[in-house]
């Protein structure tokens, strides 16, 4: 190893005493393992107690009908979407007026209150596609 | 307990009453927390397993209150165990620095293994002279390995002063170590 300046070690030269230093590190004595276990078991905390298999949080129902009614905009826009939806489904099954064949045996012909082809009549696939009728009533609904 | 769980996942579960984590974070930390304390106090060994059983037991206190995320367990053990050094070094001044590691003569040694010996102990003699600050930076660099960084997290400085301690600590060094170049076998 080549010494330029003999006030100095080299920095090879202590790198090397560093990885020497790394090498030889004494390991600790199995006494000082016992201590340091022996002090964790002695303050180790209590375990969280788990729930109970099966336990429901006597609050969790209410809250969950709270955060849904709160997700749909509260209780009267609930009522109101409930209404909406009884409407729609009553309009559809009672007014089969736009509805092609209406009353000639079309698709909704004879489901109605007071309509019916009878018993017997049957329908084809032309029967469920609108007829030229249908769009000019579209048309004056706007 | 599996070797991939991080040490600061094994103390959150030491902190939820989990006592497989305390033997896992005994096993893996204990060595380091000794070997960082016996370097910091020159190779006094009772004094290194007294300070690594005060860290360790600071660590089990800290458990229940340790967030994930906020700091490693690494960093803030390092800044403990220094802190815990420099206090007993400047209580007690116990390391007789000319007693550390001196040959009985200017021989060198025959084998490998007493050469790899005789180097370590003339390093750690060698550190015990530095100013405190330089032998913690000196350490944590060049033996424990740590990235700037992290070190100027442990000692609470930037990482320039890091870079400068370090430096003033090998210089130091290197010339504390010139005058037995031949007895470490670094003659030509």
Same mark, same amino acid.
């Given at each position: 190893m080549v010494n330029e300046n003999k006030d100095m070690l080299e920095d090879a030269a202590l790198q090397d005493l560093f990885r020497a230093a790394r090498a030889e590190a004494e390991m600790p004595r199995p006494e000082l393992y016992r201590r340091v276990l022996a002090d964790s078991q002695a303050l180790l905390p209590a375990p969280a107690r788990p729930a109970a298999p099966g336990a429901r949080r006597p609050d969790a129902l209410p809250r969950l009908r709270a955060g849904f009614a709160r997700l749909l905009g509260g209780w009267s826009l609930l009522a109101g979407l409930s209404a909406a939806m009884l409407a729609g489904l009553w309009i559809g099954y009672a007014?089969?007026?736009?509805?092609?064949h209406a009353g000639s045996? *079309? =698709?909704?012909? &004879?489901? *109605? =209150?007071?309509? &019916?082809? *009878?018993?017997g009549h049957s329908f084809a696939l032309e029967d469920f596609q609108p007829g030229p009728d249908a769009f000019l009533l579209l048309l004056e609904d706007g | 307990m599996d070797g991939d769980i991080s040490d600061e996942a094994l103390l959150v579960a030491y902190g939820n009453g989990e006592p497989r984590a305390a033997m896992a974070l005994t096993t893996r930390l204990t060595p380091r927390v000794h070997g960082f304390a016996m370097r910091m106090l020159g190779g006094d060994r009772a004094e290194a397993e007294d300070v690594t059983q005060e860290a360790m037991l600071r660590l089990w206190k800290q458990a229940p209150h340790w967030r994930m995320g906020e700091a490693r367990v690494s960093t803030w053990l390092y800044r403990v165990v220094s802190n815990l050094c420099i206090d007993r070094l400047r209580k007690h001044?116990?390391?007789d620095i000319d007693s550390v590691e001196e040959p009985a003569d200017g021989r060198a040694p025959v084998s490998q293994r007493l050469m790899a010996e005789a180097r370590a102990r003339a390093l750690i003699g060698a550190l015990a002279r530095l100013p405190e600050r330089q032998r913690q930076a000196v350490i944590l660099r060049h033996?424990?390995?740590?990235?700037n960084p992290e070190i100027a997290a442990i000692m609470d400085i930037s990482v320039e002063a890091v870079e400068s301690l370090t430096a003033r600590g090998k210089r130091t060094l290197a010339q504390n170590l010139a005058p037995r170049r031949e007895e470490l076998g670094y003659g030509e």
């Open positions: 007014h089969p007026g736009i509805l092609p045996g *079309g =698709p909704m012909a &004879g489901t *109605g =209150p007071g309509m &019916g082809p *009878g018993v | 001044r116990f390391v033996i424990e390995g740590l990235a």
